[in-house]
């Protein structure tokens, strides 16, 4: 097992000379074989080793003996030891996660700051080939996609904290090729009584599941290897393909991802979940993922969600539907207005007869005569008419179409609509003779019922806005 390991560290590139390695250490058989070959390759290999050892706060008296189990055992090798205490429960009533979550997050918070104090640049844990296909099964069972079946790798960033590695030296190694070199080498080692409880689910998919079918099929860890295998070539290929087609459609600020409405909906289905769970895990702090049913649930939910609606997506992250973007954004994170075309608060611009006037992404027109343009937004008005552009005046109304001529506050009009109160002064709106006849909304105007409207001379121009 010696060489397999060594083997491994070189066909992986998963420690170079000089480097210290932080060896996670619980005191049972896989770490305490992990920190033994290890501190045999070390000489040979020229690394240095830090042991590591966390007591979670769960298992009491029984905890404390496992960590001073390792701390023995460094002694004995001559290998630098340093304890850590934690209160994973307290963790996980606070935040309102599983035991097994808060458990795994103060491990790795207390490894990550070990290794940046003792200039580490690795962490190193003993999962094997059964662990594989625990976290395999696991994954299933939770709804996860290709990226759940990659499995662990033998080397991946520390979750919560990518500026560190963390390394599985002993991922091709079986169970019991572990137990029979403690054996062979007469390594001590602790056997930690909650893996017994099967109500974990990764306790119950060990006991139920994974040691009945290892019994009928020797070679499950093999099987389950070529699973991970292809799945982590089919999403390579994918994640190139997201950085070449997709990526480039994002617009990243400050605590937010804005994509294009139209762009968003070309995309492949594939695409579309994966830019969904992407800006959910790169702008929360934690990294956690959004799980794959939710992100189904989302994309259905977009086709049919109109502007101004906003989806919470746990861990203060939110989707949020403008007239042409998609924004998912942080929820204190300021807001753009890319989807607005807005001009200056009290800006009031006279609109004259054959004149075309140009403000921000504004074109309008005043054209003589009655004219069909081809214009999405054109509208007939009397050549006497008295037309301005500008923004909305306290207490206005606004008579929109579909209303049978009723009226209606532009304010409450705009809240109706969604329109952020931040920007409803910078709204661009046309009035004729002093009375608004089409309020500008993202890329469309919206005009008035104007069936009333009457005129001495009979004749009109025509107004384009565009």
């Known amino acids: 097992m010696l060489s397999l390991v060594a083997r491994n560290i070189k066909e992986h590139n998963l420690i170079a000379p000089g480097q210290t390695v932080l060896v996670a250490a619980s005191g049972g058989a896989d770490s305490v074989s992990l920190l033994h070959i290890l501190s045999r390759l070390s000489q040979d290999m020229r690394f240095q080793i830090h042991v590591a050892s966390l007591d979670h706060g769960i298992r009491g ?49 207390f490894l990550a700051k070990l290794a940046l104090r003792h200039d580490a640049a690795c962490v190193a844990v003993g999962h094997h080939a059964l662990d594989q296909v625990e976290t395999i099964l696991m994954r ?70 994974v040691r009945p079918l290892l019994d009928r099929h020797a070679h499950l860890p093999k099987s389950f ?15 190139s393909r997201f950085k070449s087609d997709v990526l480039p459609l994002v617009e990243q600020q400050a605590g937010a991802w804005r994509i294009s409405r139209s762009d968003y909906q070309s995309c492949h289905l594939a695409m579309r979940r994966r830019l969904l769970r992407e800006a959910f895990c790169r702008l929360q702090d934690r990294n956690i993922e ?33 007239y042409d973007s998609l924004y998912i954004e942080r929820r204190n994170a300021e807001q753009r207005f890319e989807d607005y075309r807005l001009i200056a608060p009290g800006t009031e611009i006279p609109l004259r007869g054959g004149a075309e006037i140009i403000v921000g992404r504004l074109r309008i027109a005043l ?46 009009w705009m809240i109706d609509r969604k329109i952020p109160r931040q920007i409803r002064d910078q709204i661009p709106l046309v009035s004729l003779n002093g009375e608004v006849i089409a309020i500008c909304v993202g890329d469309a105007w919206r005009l008035a019922d104007r069936s009333q409207m009457t005129t001495d001379s009979g004749r009109f121009r025509t107004l384009v806005l565009e």
């Not at 994973?88 to 458990?103: N, S």
């Not at 794959?292 to 109109?306: P, R």
């Not at 999405?376 to 179409?401: I, N, W, Y």
């Open 61 to 109: 008296e029984a905890a404390a003996r496992d960590v001073q189990h390792v701390r023995e055992l460094a002694t004995r090798w001559e290998l630098p030891f340093t304890a850590g205490g934690a209160n994973a429960p307290a963790l996980a009533k606070r935040e309102g996660i599983g035991l097994e979550e808060a458990a795994r997050r103060v491990r790795y918070d």
């Open 140 to 209: 299933i069972v939770r709804g996860a996609g290709i990226k759940g079946l990659r499995g662990m790798r033998m080397s991946s960033p520390l979750p919560c904290h990518a500026e560190l590695t963390l390394i599985r030296p002993l991922l091709s190694v079986t169970r019991d090729e572990i137990e029979a070199y403690c054996v062979e080498n007469r390594l001590e080692y602790r056997h930690d009584s909650s893996n017994d409880d099967t109500g974990y689910l990764r306790n119950f998919i060990r006991h139920q599941i």
């Open 225 to 239: 290897e070529r699973l991970a295998a292809a799945a982590r070539a089919d999403h390579d290929y994918l994640e």
């Open 290 to 322: 959004l799980r794959s049913d939710v992100t189904l649930e989302i994309i259905d939910w977009i086709k049919g969600a109109q502007a101004g609606k906003v989806r919470d997506l746990g861990r203060d992250i939110q989707l949020r539907i403008g």
């Open 367 to 412: 054209l003589d005569g009655e004219r069909t343009t081809g214009c999405s937004t054109a509208v007939h008005v009397p050549v006497d008419a008295e037309l301005h552009l500008r923004t909305r005046r306290a207490g206005e109304r606004f008579r929109p179409k579909g209303m049978a001529g009723r009226s209606r506050k532009i304010k409450d």
